[in-house]
């Protein structure tokens, strides 16, 4: 089955960087990508979808880049500000409906 | 409002016991899931359904049973309770089209002692 790996774990990024975080997945079949965001004692909040005949969408300060060659799905957040200090986890769905997700990453936006 | 609720939202359980995490959803989606989340595994599905009546094994369905007695209403059981149960619980809700994402409600953690 689709598997899917979510680097980095961890990451700290000064007010106003820029912060990256990467999934790789396996199946080729994969046609749609999604990015969520889970604050500290809640839910999982969709940021943005994705579908793979998309290489690239940006909304409100957040770029997705879909590479379907190396299947590799990014996530940059531009300008980051504390509020954006939370856990983001990459999901991919094989078109049957059921979502596979990555381990997440814990970013840190620092005043 | 709320599209998805869970309850209760924490709860603590004794091993061996019964646990019913229960979940309703507003969105009349058809596709309703069960997830755990714990350090170092993200999420993993244990149990999701099609409608009202349907239940299908995920991944690590292993000592939990789960009911969808109506469209709105996901339940997840825990026949007897092992402390290696002790984690949070998400319910979801899809709309079954392939390409639809999924609405989370906000967590149920469950302590077994």
């Known amino acids: 089955g689709e598997q899917v790996e979510q680097r980095p774990p961890h990451l700290s990024v000064p007010e106003g960087d820029s912060a990256v975080i990467i999934c790789t997945y396996t199946?080729?079949?994969?046609?749609?990508f999604y990015w969520y965001k889970q604050e500290p004692g809640a839910g999982l909040q969709l940021l943005m979808s994705?579908?793979?005949?998309?290489d690239r969408k940006e909304e409100q300060g957040l770029t997705v880049l879909l590479n379907k060659k190396d299947k590799q799905l990014s996530l940059n957040l531009t300008a980051a500000h504390p509020g954006d200090s939370a856990v983001y986890f990459c999901a991919v769905n094989p078109g049957y409906q059921n979502f596979y997700f990555g381990k997440g990453t814990s970013l840190t936006v620092i005043p | 409002e709320a599209a998805v609720t869970q309850s209760p939202r924490n709860k603590v359980a004794v091993t061996g016991g019964k646990v019913t995490l229960s979940c309703n959803q507003t969105n009349n989606h058809n596709n309703m899931y069960w997830y755990r989340q714990d350090t170092g595994h993200g999420l993993r599905l244990i149990h999701y359904?099609?409608?009202?009546?349907?239940?299908e094994k995920g991944d690590i369905p292993d000592g939990y049973k789960a009911s969808r007695p109506s469209q709105e209403n996901f339940s997840l059981i825990l026949e007897l309770a092992t402390p290696s149960q002790t984690s949070v619980y998400f319910c979801?809700?899809?709309?079954?089209?392939?390409?639809?994402?999924?609405?989370f409600g906000p967590g149920t953690r469950l302590t077994v002692l």
């Open positions: 994705v579908f793979s005949n998309v």
């Open positions: 359904s099609y409608g009202a009546g349907s239940t």
């Open positions: 199946d080729s079949a994969t046609a749609y």
């Open positions: 979801a809700s899809g709309a079954g089209i392939n390409y639809a994402e999924q609405f």
